[in-house]
């Protein structure tokens, strides 16, 4: 089974500052990650996603996240935000498998609120 | 590519009443289609899983006898609230997978 913690439930930031939303993971294999953004009442975007080779990934609207094995950490950076970056940021995980992502499971979510 | 659009976006219906909601892979075919409940400020929860042609699989602690998913062509998939309560009031999204899930933009009940 797996499961994914987003440690923080709310991260308030100044415009142009930097961000990091923090996730971790326990699976018992081995899985792909991607963080979803969420705007309100909409459904989500991808981000990014780490499947495999380098552990540092760039995604849309210059977020990155960096895979760390050992720390089964996938935190999502940010170096400078902007108003429009808040949402709603979710962190998820599928167990690889034959056919594709088909499943994942999501973290409970951050709420990133960016002010001027 | 890889649009999915759900219809409606916003429903309201009364207690008792059913109500569906369709998802649509709009350039793409989708073998399998997920649906997702999501409550105010809540992350996302699997209902089940829709493979084309075959039956839904549930997730545990969902009832597949309120939740009727259909998921009769590649391209589309619907889901059914049947006789609806308030409790059932939710944010439902759909997302389609080639490979990746690719979601919806989601559809918001309330049951009065």
């Known amino acids: 089974a797996q499961s994914v913690t987003q440690l923080d439930s709310q991260v308030p930031v100044f415009e142009e500052a930097p961000v990091e939303l923090r996730c971790n993971y326990s699976?018992?294999?081995?899985?792909?990650l991607f963080w979803y953004v969420q705007y309100p009442n909409q459904g989500l975007q991808l981000l990014l996603k780490?499947?495999?080779?380098?552990?540092l990934v760039k995604g849309i609207n210059g977020f990155e996240a960096e895979f760390n094995k050992s720390q089964t950490s996938f935190h999502l950076r940010k170096p400078s935000v902007h108003i429009s970056d808040t949402a709603e940021y979710f962190c998820?995980?599928?167990?690889?498998?034959?056919?594709?992502?088909?499943?994942?499971?999501f973290g409970a979510g951050t709420r990133l609120a960016v002010h001027p | 590519g890889a649009v999915v659009s759900q219809h409606p976006s916003w429903v309201i219906c009364k207690s008792g009443t059913s109500v569906k909601i369709e998802c649509r892979s709009l350039?793409?075919?989708?073998?399998?289609m997920f649906w997702y409940r999501q409550f105010p400020k809540q992350s996302l929860m699997l209902m089940a899983t829709?493979?084309?042609?075959?039956?839904?699989?549930?997730e545990q602690g969902v009832e597949k006898d309120k939740f009727l998913i259909n998921h009769a062509s590649l391209t589309l998939s619907t889901l059914t609230v049947t006789s609806a309560h308030p409790e059932d009031s939710s944010f439902y999204i759909c997302?389609?997978?080639?490979?990746?899930?690719?979601f919806g933009p989601g559809t918001r009940l309330t049951v009065t």
């Open positions: 997302s389609a997978s080639k490979v990746e899930q690719y």
């Open positions: 699976s018992s294999v081995s899985v792909y």
């Open positions: 780490y499947l495999s080779g380098s552990t």
């Open positions: 998820a995980v599928s167990p690889l498998g034959a056919g594709g992502y088909n499943k994942l499971i």
């Open positions: 350039d793409f075919q989708a073998t399998t």
């Open positions: 829709s493979n084309e042609g075959s039956k839904a699989t549930y």
